[in-house]
């Protein structure tokens, strides 16, 4: 599996608790910043209805889609229990400052 990195703006342009888009040719990717400066990258669709996890609310690792407030696990995409259902996750690097994104997904989300 070969890793296609690419950069993708500073730590400090994304705000604590907040997400950036990246778009890509196989749909959005959001950058998520936690309140302890950890970085994650999901695929920017809930796997229940679709909404925009960008636009979700970031608490700990999770955050809460802004449709049905379904809480996705940032580190594995997996929906929080009772929910079912996983969106795709991305490999994140940090280079200093920089955040790099690889667009190969991480195994564990089959269709997402």
Known sequence: MSENWIEV???????????????TQDGNIAV?????????????????????????IVSGKKVA?????????????????????????FPVKMDGDKILLSLTPNEGCPNS
């Open 32 to 56: 998520f910043r936690t309140k302890d400066d950890e970085v994650f990258a999901v695929r920017d669709k809930c796997p229940h209805k679709g909404g925009p996890l960008s636009q979700g």
């Open 65 to 89: 889609c802004p449709l049905h407030d379904w809480k996705i696990n940032l580190d594995s995409g997996e929906a929080v229990a009772p929910d079912e259902g996983c969106a795709a996750t």
């Open 9 to 23: 703006g500073n730590l400090n342009e994304i705000p604590a608790l907040g997400a950036r888009i990246v778009e």
